[in-house]
C-alpha cells in the first residue's frame, strides 16, 4: 500500500517557527509601544493641562472683577488658539454659572454637554490645592474631550502685619473663591495620528517581514541541500550497500553527519565483513567451514571445469585428543591446517568440514595432478609435520580420499560421500594413504546403497514411517523396570524392523541426523504422554546422535514437546554415547547442563570405550554412566572385564552416578552384577525391545 | 551694569530745571499762606531717623517743635488744622488687633506718650477678648478716647459711636468706611517724601517708578506722584484687582520703569506673587522700594518702615485735638513725617550701586553688616 501521507516541509517548519516569533516580537513590541505611547501623551498632555489652566486661570480672574474687560477676552481667545488640543475654555461663577466660554472653531460652546453638579461644584471648593486641575474626567457623557475642572482662587496677605509679613513663614494668606475654569481637551488628533502610524509602521514592518521570508527561505533551503543530499547514500545504506561514501560538506553541523555516516558506513561493512568470515570460516583454524566449502562445491558441480575433491582425516587423532586433551588436540587441527594451507595454492578451497576431518577443492586440475597432489600431501604430512606436546613428539599423518568432479552425473551431496568413502578406504587400507575413489570399483553398489538409505530416510521422515520400540531398563535393587530405552527402527519389507545401525551411518553422511533426532523426541514424548496415564512413574531414556551438539534447535524442541504433551522433565533420560561426548566435550558440556537445567536426566552411554573414561566423569554433569556392553556380556567369563564392571561401578559410585550394564543375557550375569552394586541392567535376559511396554 | 549711571538728555534736564523752579515758587507761595492762616500745628520736623528716636518726644500741640525747618519740604504735605479750645484729658483704651510684635511696641509707644501728656491708657486684645466684650468694657470703665491698632480693633471700634476713635496701622480703611466724624486715622505709609529722598541719594538716575495699587487709591497716588515728582522722580502707576493681575501687571511694567514701589496693599499681594515679584526684580535689575523690612532678606533694595514714634505723636495729636462734641477734626488720614530707611548691600552691590556716605542728609542703615556696606561705600 502507498503511503499517501504528506511530509511537512523543514524549511516551511524553520520559517513558521521564525515567523510567529516575529509576530510575537512585533505584537510585543506594538503593544510596549502603544502602552509608552499612551503614558507619554496621557502624562505630557496632563502636564500642559496644569500649565495652560494655570494660565487661563490668571487671564480668565479679571473676568470676576466685575467689570467688562474685552482685552482680557482676546488674552484668552490668543492663548488658545496657541494649542489646537485645547477644545473650549469655560469660566463659572461660584453657583456654577457660566460666565464666558471660549472655543476652537470646530467647537460649538453652546451644545456642549452640561457641566459640573452642585456636589462637584463642592467639592471643588472644599479644595486647598490652587493650581491643580482638580477633576479630570475621560468620556463622561460621550464627550470626545477629556475636561479638567480648577477652582480660580484669589490670595491676598491679611489686612494685619501687612509691613511684618514673611515671605518665609508658611502661614497661608488669605483665600477666596472666584468661580471655577473648565478645559476641554482633545486628545484624539495624537491618537489618531497614533494609530495612523502604527498603521504605517506594521504596513512596512509587514513588507520588510515578507522581504525577510522569501531571503530566509532561499537562505534556508541553501542551507539545508546538503542534508537533503544525504538522502541517496542513507538510501543505499538501508538497501544493505555499504559500498558508499558520503562527500564532506561546507557547513560545520552536516560535515559532522557526513562523517558520522561515514564511520558508520565504514563500521557496518567492517561488520558485514566480520559476520561474512565467522558465517564461512571455521573459529578454531581460521579455514573455511562446512557451509561455505558446501556451497563451493555446488558452484564448482555446475560448472564443465574439472576438479577434484580431496576427503582427509587425521589418522590418531582421536589418540591425540584422548590422551593429551582437547586444548592440544585443538593445537594439533590448527597446526595440521596451517601445514596443508602452506602446500596448496591460493586458488584452492581448503576447508575444516568437522573434527579431524579437511576438504579441499582442487579447480582446474587433472585426475593425474590431483593423485600426484594427495600422494605428495600424504608422504610429506608423514614426514615432515610433527606435533609437540609436553615435549613429546607426534608425527601426523592423513588419509586421503579422492574423486574427481568431472561429471554431472552426481549431485554435490554425492560427490562428497564419494570422497568420504574413499577416505574410509584408505583408513581401512592402513592409513597414512590416500584412495581415489574411481578405482574403488567393488564400492559402487555401497555408494548406491546409501544413496537408497538416505532416499528411505527422508521417506520415513516425511511419513512418519519409522518405529519405536521400548526395552526395559530394571532397577536392580527394586526389580522394577520404570526406565526404557527408546530404540528407533526403520520398517522393511515383510514387516521387518531394520536397526539403527543399518542406516543411521547413511543418515549422518547425508546430513539427515538432526532431523532423525528430532523425529524421535518428538514421538517418544508423545508416547511417554500416553503410557504415563497408566504409569506416571515411568521414564523414557532417548539416544541422541553426535550432530545433536551443533545442533541449536536441540533444547527448544524438548523443551516445546514437554510443555505440549506435559510431562515432568525428570521422567526424560537423554542418552549420548562416551566417544560423541568427548569428541564434543564442550559442546556436550553445554547440551547436557541446557537438558539438566530443563529438569531432564542424562546418561552416558557407551562408558569404559575410551582412553579417559574415568577422566570425563568429573567434567560432564551426567546422572547415569551405560557401561559399555563389551564389558558385560563376557564377564561372567572374563575376570578383566569383571574388574573393569566393578571400578566403574565403584568410581561412579564415588561421584554420585547411577549405573546402568547393558546386554545382560543371562542370570549369571544378573547375579554378578548385582554383586557388584549395579543400580540398573539391561538386556534380552531382562526384557527384549517392544513396541508395546511390558 | 550702568542703568542707573547715565546722562540725561539736554532737553529733559531744561525741564527739569523748569519744573524746579515751578514747585519752588510754588512751595514759597503756599508757606506764605499758610502764615497767613488759623494757628496750625507746625510742621513735623525734618529730622531723617533710622532708629527709634530718643524719647520722649515733646507733644506736638502742647509744645511745637521751636527748631526752624532745616530744609524746605518740596511738597505741601497735608497738615490737620487743629483749634485748641480746650485742655483735653487723656483716658486711652487702646484696641490691640492681632498678636504681632510691633503693635505691641506701637501701643507701648503711644501709651508712654499718653502718660507723658499726664493721661491715662489700657491696652485691650481683641484677639483674646473679642470685640463685643472689649466694647462693653470700653463703655463700662467710660474710656474717653479709642486708639485702635490694625484693622479688626478699628471695625470694633466703629462700634463706638460717641467715643472719639484714631486708628493706625490701617491701608485700606475705605474699603470698610471707618472714616467718621468721630473715627480718623493716622496713615500706614512711612513719609513719601522721605522714602523718595533716599531712593533719589542711593540711586541717582532714578527717573520712573512703578507702583501698582488696588482700588480706591487713586488719591494717594496722585500727592505721591506730586511728592516724587519734586524728587525728579516720575511715578508710573497702574490699577489691578487681584494678586493674579498684580504679577501679571509687574512683569508688564518693569522694562519701563527703573525702580518699583511695592505699597502694602493686601488686596492685590499674596505671598505666592510676592515670591515672584522680588526674584524677578532683582533678576531683571530693577530696584524694589518697600515698607516692609523683611523683603530686603528676599532680595528688595530699600525699605522704608515706619518710626513707632511718629505714629505715636501723630494719634496722640489728634486724640488731643478731639473736639468737646468728640468729633476729630482735620483730615481723614494724617502722615506719617518719618521714615526708616535700610538700605540691602548685597542687591546694591549686585546692581553696581554706590551707597552714599553716613555725612549724607539721610541716614541710612546698611543690612545685612556695617562691613559690607564699607565695601560699597567708596
Known amino acids: ?694 | 551694569m550702568q542703568k542707573y549711571q547715565y546722562n540725561l538728555p539736554a532737553s529733559s534736564a531744561l525741564c527739569l530745571t523748569v519744573f524746579k523752579a515751578l514747585l519752588l515758587f510754588m512751595v514759597i507761595t503756599l508757606g506764605g499762606c499758610s502764615m497767613l492762616g488759623k494757628p496750625v500745628e507746625p510742621p513735623a520736623p525734618e529730622v531723617i531717623t533710622i532708629k527709634v528716636p530718643p524719647a520722649p518726644v515733646e507733644p506736638a500741640v502742647v509744645e511745637p517743635e521751636p527748631e526752624p525747618v532745616t530744609k524746605p519740604v518740596p511738597l505741601p504735605i497735608p497738615v490737620p488744622e487743629i483749634v485748641i479750645e480746650k485742655p483735653v484729658s487723656l483716658d486711652v483704651a487702646i484696641i490691640i488687633s492681632r498678636d504681632i510684635e510691633n503693635y505691641h511696641h506701637l501701643s507701648n509707644e503711644i501709651g508712654r506718650l499718653i502718660t507723658l501728656k499726664g493721661g491715662t491708657f489700657e491696652p485691650l486684645y481683641l484677639y483674646q477678648q473679642g470685640a463685643a466684650e472689649i466694647i462693653q468694657q470700653i463703655k463700662h470703665e467710660q474710656r474717653q478716647q479709642v486708639v485702635a491698632i490694625g484693622l479688626e480693633a478699628a471695625k470694633a471700634a466703629k462700634m463706638l459711636q460717641q467715643i472719639p476713635v484714631v486708628f493706625c496701622q490701617i491701608y485700606n480703611y475705605q474699603d470698610y468706611n471707618l472714616v467718621t466724624e468721630h473715627l480718623k486715622g493716622v496713615s500706614l505709609i512711612p513719609s513719601v517724601d522721605q522714602q523718595f529722598k533716599a531712593w533719589k541719594e542711593i540711586v541717582p538716575e532714578l527717573k520712573q517708578v512703578g507702583v501698582i495699587v488696588g482700588d480706591g487709591k487713586q488719591p494717594i497716588i496722585e500727592q505721591a506722584t506730586q511728592s516724587a515728582a519734586a524728587h525728579g522722580i516720575a511715578l508710573i502707576s497702574r490699577a489691578v484687582k487681584n494678586d493674579k493681575e498684580m504679577w501679571e501687571e509687574f512683569r508688564r511694567l518693569i522694562p519701563q520703569v527703573d525702580g518699583f514701589w511695592l505699597l502694602p496693599d493686601n488686596r492685590i499681594l499674596s505671598k505666592r506673587t510676592l515670591r515672584n515679584i522680588v526674584p524677578y526684580s532683582v533678576k531683571h535689575t530693577t530696584p524694589l522700594f518697600t515698607v516692609n523690612g523683611l523683603l530686603l532678606q528676599d532680595g528688595a533694595m530699600i525699605s522704608a518702615a515706619q518710626v513707632d514714634s511718629d505714629i505715636a505723636e501723630k494719634v496722640v495729636t489728634r486724640l488731643l485735638a478731639t473736639a468737646p462734641d468728640n468729633t476729630i477734626p482735620g483730615a481723614d488720614i494724617v502722615p506719617l513725617e518719618l521714615a526708616h530707611i535700610i538700605i540691602n548691600t548685597h542687591t546694591a552691590k549686585r546692581f553696581n550701586l554706590l551707597i552714599p556716605n553716613d555725612n549724607t542728609e539721610i541716614n541710612i542703615e546698611r543690612w545685612p553688616s556695617s562691613e559690607d556696606s564699607a565695601t560699597l561705600t567708596q
Open chain 1, 1 to 694: 500500500m502507498k503511503n499517501k501521507t504528506k511530509h511537512r516541509s523543514l524549511v516551511g517548519d524553520i520559517l513558521l517557527v521564525h515567523i510567529v516569533y516575529a509576530v510575537i516580537v512585533y505584537l510585543a513590541a506594538a503593544a510596549c509601544l502603544w502602552l509608552t505611547t499612551s503614558w507619554i501623551i496621557d502624562n505630557n498632555l496632563e502636564k500642559w493641562a496644569v500649565r495652560w489652566t494655570q494660565e487661563l486661570n490668571k487671564l480668565g480672574t479679571p473676568l470676576y472683577d466685575g467689570e467688562a474687560k474685552n482685552d482680557r477676552f482676546i488674552h484668552i481667545e490668543d492663548y488658545i488658539a496657541n494649542f489646537p488640543d485645547i477644545a473650549y475654555v469655560t469660566y463659572y461663577s461660584l453657583d456654577g454659572t457660566p460666565i464666558f466660554s471660549e472655543g476652537r472653531a470646530d467647537v460649538d460652546t453652546a451644545s456642549l454637554p452640561p457641566r459640573l453638579s452642585s456636589k462637584q461644584m463642592a467639592q471643588l471648593g472644599n479644595t486647598t490645592s490652587v493650581m491643580k486641575p482638580q477633576i479630570i474626567k475621560h468620556d463622561v457623557d460621550n464627550s470626545p474631550y477629556v475636561k479638567t475642572y480648577t477652582p480660580i482662587w484669589i490670595e491676598s496677605i491679611p489686612d494685619d502685619g501687612l509691613l511684618n509679613f514673611n515671605l518665609a513663614d508658611a502661614t497661608n494668606d488669605d483665600v477666596s473663591l472666584a468661580g471655577f475654569v473648565e478645559l476641554g481637551l482633545d486628545f484624539t488628533p495624537y491618537e489618531k495620528q497614533f494609530i495612523k502610524n502604527l498603521l504605517a509602521g506594521s504596513a512596512l514592518i509587514m513588507f520588510i517581514f515578507m522581504i525577510i521570508f522569501i531571503i530566509s527561505k532561499t537562505i534556508i533551503k541553501h542551507a539545508i541541500r546538503p542534508l537533503s543530499e544525504l538522502s541517496k547514500p542513507l538510501k543505499n545504506l538501508a538497501e544493505g550497500n555499504t559500498d558508499i561514501y558520503v562527500p564532506p560538506s561546507k557547513h560545520r553541523e552536516i560535515n559532522s553527519i557526513s562523517q558520522a555516516l561515514n564511520t558508520t558506513i565504514s563500521a557496518l561493512r567492517e561488520r558485514d565483513a566480520t559476520l561474512l568470515r565467522l558465517a564461512n570460516h571455521d573459529s578454531l583454524t581460521g579455514l573455511y567451514n562446512r557451509n561455505f566449502f558446501t556451497e563451493k562445491l555446488e558452484q564448482l558441480a555446475a560448472t564443465n571445469s574439472t576438479s577434484a575433491l580431496l576427503f582427509i582425516d587425521l589418522d590418531h587423532f582421536k589418540y591425540i585428543n584422548d590422551t593429551l586433551g582437547h586444548e592440544a588436540g585443538d593445537r594439533m587441527l590448527v597446526q595440521a591446517a596451517r601445514w596443508l594451507k602452506h602446500h596448496l595454492r591460493e586458488r584452492d578451497t581448503l576447508c575444516r568440514f568437522g573434527g579431524d576431518e579437511f576438504t579441499i577443492l582442487i579447480e582446474e586440475t587433472t585426475q593425474e595432478k590431483t593423485l600426484q597432489l594427495a600422494s605428495n600431501m600424504v608422504s610429506m604430512m608423514n614426514k615432515h609435520l610433527v606435533f609437540i606436546e609436553n615435549n613429546q613428539k607426534f608425527q601426523v599423518s592423513c588419509s586421503i580420499g579422492v574423486t574427481m568432479i568431472d561429471s554431472d552425473l552426481y549431485t554435490p551431496d554425492e560427490f562428497l560421500s564419494q570422497a568420504d568413502l574413499a577416505c574410509h578406504e584408505a583408513k581401512r587400507g592402513g592409513r597414512n594413504r590416500h584412495y581415489f575413489y574411481e578405482k574403488l570399483k567393488n564400492e559402487t553398489g555401497k555408494m548406491e546403497e546409501d544413496i537408497g538409505w538416505s532416499r528411505r530416510i527422508e521417506t520415513a521422515l516425511k511419513h512418519n514411517q519409522f518405529v519405536l520400540e521400548y526395552q526395559p531398563i530394571v532397577n536392580v535393587h527394586t526389580g522394577n523396570s520404570d526406565i526404557y530405552e527408546v530404540l528407533l527402527r526403520l520398517p522393511s519389507e515383510g514387516d521387518k524392523l531394520i536397526p539403527p545401525s543399518a542406516f543411521l551411518p547413511a543418515a549422518q553422511r547425508f546430513g539427515l541426523m538432526v532431523d532423525v533426532d528430532h523425529w524421535v523426541i518428538e514421538h517418544a514424548l508423545k508416547a511417554l504422554a500416553s503410557h504415563r496415564k497408566s504409569n506416571p512413574a515411568i521414564k523414557f531414556a532417548i539416544n541422541l546422535s553426535g550432530h545433536a551438539f551443533e545442533d541449536v534447535n536441540l533444547v527448544k524442541i524438548v523443551q516445546e514437546n514437554i510443555e505440549r504433551y506435559e510431562i515432568p522433565p525428570e521422567s526424560l533420560i537423554f542418552e549420548v554415547t562416551e566417544q560423541v561426548a568427548v569428541q564434543h566435550i564442550a559442546e556436550a558440556n553445554l547440551l547436557i547442563k541446557k537438558l539438566i537445567t530443563l529438569g531432564c536426566e542424562f546418561a552416558l552411554d557407551d562408558f569404559g570405550s575410551g582412553f579417559s573414561s574415568f577422566n570425563y566423569l568429573k567434567h560432564l554433569p551426567i546422572h547415569y554412566i551405560k557401561i559399555d556392553g563389551n564389558f558385560i556380556e563376557n564377564m561372567t567369563n572374563d575376570k578383566t572385564d569383571q574388574a573393569m564392571v566393578q571400578s566403574m561401578i565403584q568410581v561412579a559410585k564415588t561421584v554420585g552416578k547411577f549405573t546402568i550394564a547393558e546386554y545382560v543375557l543371562d542370570e549369571d550375569t544378573m547375579t554378578l552384577l548385582k554383586r557388584l552394586g549395579i543400580d540398573y541392567a539391561q538386556g534380552h535376559y531382562l526384557g527384549r525391545p517392544q513396541q508395546q511396554l511390558a
